[in-house]
């Protein structure tokens, strides 16, 4: 167990983290009913309302009753960035502890879980270097910014979703402001919890994993996705949208690729996505993980270390 920066009282959190179609929902599903608490959505995808398929965002069958936190709470017209999820999901905190002891974070966006927890104040900013860059990225797209940081700072290259802007020019702005690549900040800032906590991963054997990704991919396809993309071009220019699952799509839109060239591209670069998660999640070592394939195997796991 992490120790806390701020403990208050028998207040708790729970994170179950993990990969993509690593069954993160369902397991924390199943752990809130047993505790009878609330959930914190930490996926960077499932904030938007206008994203459902393809971000396999929870349907209100899957959240059987337990209030979710979260989830189609913003638009992507306003996207949510990671200090501003700190902000708001702090408050949420405050006020959901009023009333319960425990509460489950649940997610595979690492760097908005580390937001909410430790918070993201102690790594420097620097406006104007964000604003170059984002400049950059208008006029040259998001290649430039992967070239970029690849060169700077390989090491978080390694494990940063490179196809998200917003998180490659965060970490060229800190480069550029200090001197110092963001992957030493993250590593030799002290991290003190908000509160109590218990930190889970999910980390299945690569198999079942890559076999998971594949079937929720053709399960997405056959629930919509397509559509869910057509209805979402107007939106095509936002980085929200500038994700798996969308971007591929939009490509066939183009009649760059054909249907099954960008159904078999989300497909690895999800698998690609999943790793860095992974990566990611492994930094933290405190973490305990949860190799079993079975809902009912990690809940056991869990309830009996905490």
């Not at 349907?59 to 902000?87: A, R």
């Not at 208008?138 to 430039?144: P, S």
């Given at each position: 167990m992490l120790k806390s920066g701020n403990p208050i009282g028998n207040k708790k959190i729970i994170v179950i983290a993990g990969p993509t179609a690593s069954g993160k929902t369902s397991l924390a599903v199943s752990l809130a009913t047993h505790l009878k608490c609330s959930i914190i959505s930490a996926d960077s995808r499932q904030f938007y309302k206008e994203l459902s398929i393809g971000?396999?965002?929870?349907?209100?069958?899957?959240?059987?009753?337990?209030?979710?936190?979260?989830?189609?709470?913003?638009?992507?017209?306003?996207?949510?960035?990671?200090?501003?999820?700190?902000?708001?999901?702090?408050?949420?905190?405050?006020q959901l502890f009023?009333?319960?002891?425990?509460?489950?974070?649940?997610?595979?966006?690492?760097?908005?879980?580390?937001?909410?927890?430790?918070?993201?104040?102690?790594?420097?900013?620097?406006?104007?270097?964000?604003?170059?860059?984002?400049?950059?990225?208008?006029?040259?797209?998001?290649?430039?910014?992967?070239?970029?940081?690849?060169?700077?700072?390989?090491?978080?290259?390694?494990?940063?979703?490179?196809?998200?802007?917003?998180?490659l020019i965060r970490a060229i702005e800190v480069f550029e402001s200090t001197g110092i690549p963001f992957s030493f900040w993250r590593k030799n800032t002290e991290k003190k919890a908000l509160y109590p906590l218990f930190y889970f991963v999910i980390d299945l054997p690569r198999e079942v994993l890559y076999n998971r990704i594949n079937q929720r991919v053709d399960e997405m396809i056959q629930k919509g996705l397509l559509e869910e993309v057509k209805e979402n071009m107007k939106f095509r220019h936002l980085q929200s949208l500038n994700t798996v699952g969308y971007k591929e799509l939009f490509d066939y839109l183009d009649n760059k690729k054909t249907l099954e060239e960008a159904i078999n591209l989300i497909k690895q670069n999800t698998r690609n996505y999943a790793k860095r998660q992974l990566t990611w999640f492994r930094k933290n070592k405190d973490a305990i993980y949860l190799n079993a394939t079975s809902t009912d195997e990690q809940l056991r796991t869990i309830l009996t270390s905490i």
């Open positions: 971000t396999a965002k929870p349907t209100s069958d899957e959240m059987q009753g337990i209030p979710h936190y979260f989830v189609n709470s913003h638009s992507v017209e306003k996207p949510l960035s990671s200090g501003q999820f700190e902000i708001e999901g702090r408050k949420l905190v405050a009023e009333k319960e002891d425990v509460l489950i974070v649940v997610g595979g966006s690492g760097m908005f879980i580390d937001a909410l927890l430790y918070g993201t104040d102690q790594i420097p900013h620097s406006p104007k270097a964000r604003a170059h860059w984002n400049q950059e990225f208008e006029l040259h797209g998001i290649a430039k910014l992967q070239e970029h940081l690849q060169t700077i700072d390989p090491d978080f290259y390694k494990e940063v979703d490179i196809y998200n802007p917003a998180r």
